[in-house]
């Protein structure tokens, strides 16, 4: 009987190696199932992000100089209003190293309206600024993005209209702004975790036009993204996940046509009642966003940013209420 295996051996053996092919064919990619990538101009969000409120890792938070003071009051589930306080120094260009700076300060009324399948949000400020954004899901597959900017200063009036649609696993967008702007831009997912995508833009009023093409991986623990346009524009990024709480990010952006290059590393560090970032780059600055939770709805703000090369530092705190 040594020679034999044991009762049952060769069936458990079978069960064994049956669940093992099971368990390899599970994981054999559905090319006709891909899921729908992200917006092509939100490639790049985990590591540079436009919206600072979101929980996503920014290399670029939403740094000031001064004092600031936010207050926002819902007046039901869906209207809200909002008022801003700031009072801090302005830059001014200069044609020189030396940075300038005007003392100055404004306030600024707003009015959120937020439903799952409309946003309205606007902004008026005491210099005569007037902002307003809108987004509106026209289907479940169409959406329309647009913001303008209406202001007494020559040339700082300007909108812009966007049309996003979300197919099966592809999304493509088609944008017209003022003077004579044009783009169109189309994202495709490649595997489960790659897409791939391009964009077009003319812009009639400077007589220009470009191309780009731009690639990004993504899993539960990174993010790498790649872009390339002929405009001189090379930018990379990449975001590790550390840990629930830790991340950190790197970015490269290099313009083959101006010769400039810049890179920077950040961290993202999320505290029980507090919220840590922070970015030091290649050109000597080095800043960090501290946001803690006070209380239930009161949260205390800090900004620093060091700039070694210009010899200009910017500190700022604030309060947020509602």
Not at 5 to 33: M, R, S
Not at 87 to 96: D, R
Not at 217 to 234: C, H, I, L, P, R
Request: charged share 20%; hydrophobic share 40%; proline share 5%.
């Amino acid at each position: 009987m040594a020679g034999f295996p044991p009762p049952g051996a060769t069936i458990l053996g079978d069960a064994a190696a049956g669940k093992k092919i099971d368990e390899v064919g599970k994981k054999k990619v559905d090319y006709f199932n891909l899921p729908c990538p992200i917006p092509f101009e939100e490639l790049q969000r985990e590591a540079i992000s436009i919206v600072p409120n979101l929980h996503m890792l920014s290399l670029k938070p939403e740094l000031f100089e001064g004092m600031r003071f936010d207050f926002t009051k819902g007046l039901n589930p869906k209207f809200s209003l909002s008022h801003s306080v700031f009072m801090g120094p302005m830059e001014l260009p200069s044609q020189g190293a030396e940075t300038l700076k005007i003392p100055t300060a404004h306030y600024e009324f707003g009015a959120n309206f937020i439903d799952p399948k409309l946003m309205l949000i606007g902004r008026v400020l005491t210099d005569g600024r007037l902002t307003a954004r809108v987004k509106c899901d026209l289907t479940d597959d169409l959406s329309l993005k647009a913001n303008a900017q209406l202001s007494n200063e020559p040339n700082m009036s300007h909108g812009m209209v966007n049309f996003d649609y979300k197919g099966k696993d592809y999304r493509t967008q088609l944008q017209l702004g003022d003077g004579s702007l044009f783009g169109a831009s189309y994202i495709q997912s490649i595997t489960p975790h790659l897409s791939m995508g391009g964009e077009v833009f003319w812009a009639g009023q400077h007589l220009k036009s470009g191309v780009g093409y731009a690639a990004r991986y993504e899993n539960d623990k990174m993010v790498a993204t790649g872009q390339v346009a002929s405009t001189g524009m090379v930018a990379m990024s990449y975001v590790q996940k550390v840990s629930e709480k830790v991340s950190l990010a790197t970015d490269f952006m290099y313009n083959y046509l101006s010769r400039d290059v810049t890179a920077s590393v950040g961290y993202d560090y999320i505290l029980r009642q507090a919220r840590l970032r922070g970015k030091l780059d290649s050109n000597g600055c080095a800043s960090a966003f501290l946001e803690e939770r006070l209380n239930m709805g009161l949260n205390f703000v800090l900004s620093a940013e060091i700039d070694h090369k210009k010899s200009d530092y910017k500190f700022g705190f604030g309060l947020t209420v509602g």
